[in-house]
Each structure stands twice: as structure tokens, then as C-alpha cells.
């Protein structure tokens, strides 16, 4: 069965960085698409990043342009989102999402803190 498995959150201060991971399985992985989304709390899951089944095409919401960098190492299976000069709006639960024969597949979330 498809499984997202997520790491790389944590505590970090504003303007810090962090990578998050998402490993996967379960699927042909070089022939999916992969997403980043965000939940910060109140408020609605939102579309961070995607990348496209070979890496050629990424698209960002506006608030991550030059800020986020999504990648993927599709001999390992796993999607990267490289976080840069980041803000306390940043908070979130970072989520990895694929759709794998049109159903939605969504790993268990990794948590994100900015803060001093």
C-alpha cells in the first residue's frame, strides 16, 4: 500500500533553515507527482510546493517563492522541501500528499516551529 513517511521538522529560529523528507513506498514513485502542504493551527491545509513525476516542473505558493526549494532523488524514492529564511508564519504541520491512480494519499505530517 501507498505510505509517506515525513522527517526532518523541528524547533528552528526565525531566518534558520530545515529540510524535511518525505520517503515513499508502495507505488512507482518516478511516475508521481509529489506535494508539500501546510496546516498551521486555525487555519486550512494549504498547497506549499509540487514537483513533477521527474523533478523538471516545480510550482510554489507565492508566500514561499525564493524561499522553499522542493526536490526528489527518484532512485530513493523521496521528496525534499528545503526551507530557507524562515518565519514564524512558517509554523505549520508539514504534510507530503501524492495522488497514486486518482485517490489522495497523505503521510502522517511532520511539525514545524519558528521560533525564538
Known amino acids: 500500500q501507498v505510505q509517506l513517511v515525513e522527517s526532518g521538522g523541528g524547533l528552528v529560529q526565525p531566518g534558520g533553515s530545515l529540510r524535511l523528507s518525505c520517503a515513499a513506498s508502495?507505488?512507482?514513485?518516478?511516475?508521481?507527482?509529489m506535494n508539500w502542504y501546510r496546516q498551521a493551527p486555525g487555519k486550512e491545509r494549504e498547497l506549499v510546493a509540487s514537483?513533477?513525476?521527474?523533478?523538471?516542473?516545480?510550482n510554489y505558493a507565492d508566500s514561499m517563492k525564493g524561499r522553499f526549494t522542493i526536490s526528489r532523488d527518484n532512485a530513493k524514492n523521496t521528496v525534499y522541501l528545503q526551507m530557507n529564511s524562515l518565519k514564524a508564519e512558517d509554523t505549520a504541520i508539514y504534510y507530503c500528499?501524492?495522488?497514486?491512480?486518482?485517490?489522495?494519499?497523505w503521510g502522517q505530517g511532520t511539525q514545524v516551529t519558528v521560533s525564538s
Open positions: 500528499n501524492c495522488v497514486v491512480n486518482y485517490e489522495s494519499y
Open positions: 508502495g507505488f512507482t514513485f518516478s511516475r508521481a507527482g
Open positions: 514537483i513533477s513525476s521527474a523533478g523538471g516542473r516545480t
